[in-house]
């Protein structure tokens, strides 16, 4: 079965600091993954996506994320936050051999501090 | 790439009243659609999809209901809302490597 876990509910970083939001994920066939944004009642904005190819894929406003197979990982990070950054985070996984749903974790709020 | 309508950004509504929540597509044909609570502002809860015209699968036994009459056209709605219905409403439409997510409707039962 697909499964998408963000074991963070919350992270906090300080202005400038490197971010990481983290993702690992369960498919049985190629995974494409996915990261969006969701800022307060708002839709959920793409950032970037993995289907095939470099394992670190760069996305939006600074964004990017490194697809690691054997940890079955799709960290997200940035390497200097702005306080611009806070919002509500969402990883995505959908098995690229079928045709099934994407499934969504259950996102991590991120807090930049100034 | 494609862009979602979705109306109304906010609404309150009494208990026992009906709802109709639409979202409509554009920049693409015969999308897959998708009707989305998020509660809390936390995690997505897949409420209805659907591949086609007429065509709808419910994922969640509730209260609510939705229809596809036309090709880009995806309606959500409710004979009787309840209190429990409140929350943030996202109508999604995917391709094979991206969805695309309406602004959202933020729903009160007062």
């Known amino acids: 079965a697909q499964s998408v876990a963000q074991p963070e509910d919350q992270v906090n970083v300080a202005e400038g600091n490197p971010l990481t939001v983290k993702c690992t994920y369960s498919v049985s066939g190629n995974p494409y993954l996915f990261w969006y944004v969701q800022y307060p009642n708002r839709g959920l904005q793409f950032l970037l996506k993995y289907i095939t190819g470099d394992n670190l894929v760069k996305g939006s406003y600074g964004f990017e994320a490194e697809f690691n197979k054997s940890q079955t990982s799709f960290h997200l990070k940035k390497p200097s936050a702005l306080v611009s950054d806070s919002a509500l985070y969402f990883c995505a996984v959908r098995d690229g051999d079928s045709n099934y749903q994407l499934i969504w974790g259950a996102g991590t709020k991120l807090i930049i501090k100034p | 790439s494609q862009t979602i309508h979705q109306w109304p950004a906010t609404l309150v509504q009494p208990v026992g009243s009906p709802l109709s929540l639409e979202c409509t597509v554009e920049?693409?044909?015969?999308?897959?659609l998708y009707w989305y609570r998020q509660a809390a502002g936390r995690g997505l809860q897949l409420l209805f999809y659907?591949?086609?015209?007429?065509?709808i699968s419910s994922e969640v036994p509730q209260n609510l209901s939705a229809s596809r009459p036309q090709d880009r056209q995806f309606i959500l709605s409710s004979k009787k809302l309840l209190l429990s219905d409140s929350g943030f409403y996202l109508c999604?439409?995917?391709?094979?490597?991206?969805?695309?997510f309406g602004q959202g409707t933020r729903l009160t039962v007062v």
């Open positions: 920049g693409t044909s015969n999308p897959n």
């Open positions: 999604a439409s995917r391709t094979n490597t991206e969805a695309f």
């Open positions: 659907s591949v086609g015209i007429g065509q």
